[in-house]
């Protein structure tokens, strides 16, 4: 799907209910109108149900612990999409000091990842709707892998990254330490200690994708989803 002008007009009048929507194509080769991440779904309104309709959205992939899911399931006001629930952290337990959150979220997140690229090489390239609880940490990650998958160089990757601060509000003075996580804004530095440790330990994104059950045939039909020019 091309994403047009009525499709953009969608995504800056955001999504109903939900907080920090945007697309995160427009990166590297990652085009628009494929993928888009946000917050958590529980409070989406009737309206906002109707955006992603237009905006052709065929799987939701939640990457939510279960208790939190538990608490606030989705709501999706009957849309037929393909609701895939893989859990960074299955359970709502993680590192409270961000910078051992990010690596650790390195480690969890690589089925989430595949889930997000299997989305989104189903039937040659529907759009997926990827989303956490805040749509900043475990969202900016695996967004973060897929566009550095697809060409995106640290800096596009990291600004795009650091969009979730003012999307959310946090670009205030820091809070304490003693604050949760989605009061705590996003920062480069922990986005680089995901993909150092990702690196690291596996010595490419593909090798990364590869050990957690993703097929090679699976990441050429992503790359061919980019456009020719970004491509060459």
Known sequence: MIIDEAGREAVRAGLAGVRNFRDAGGVGSLREGLLYRSGALCDLAAGGARSLERLGVRTVVDLRSVPEVAAGPDVLHGLGLDHVHVP??????????????????????????????????????????????????????????VQTLLGASEAEVTGDFLRSNAELGLTGPVPSSTAGHGARPVAAGHLRRALVRIRSHHGSIPAYLTAHGARSSELEALTRLAPAAARS
Do not use: I, N
């Not at 989104?120 to 956490?132: D, E, R, T, Y």
């Open 88 to 145: 960074v952290f299955a359970e709502q337990r993680w590192p409270d000091d961000q910078a051992e959150l990010y690596p650790a979220m390195a480690e969890h997140a690589g089925r989430s990842v595949v889930a997000v690229v299997r989305g989104l090489v189903a039937a040659g390239g529907s759009p997926v709707l990827v989303h956490c609880a805040s749509g900043k940490d475990r969202t900016g990650v695996v967004v973060a892998v």
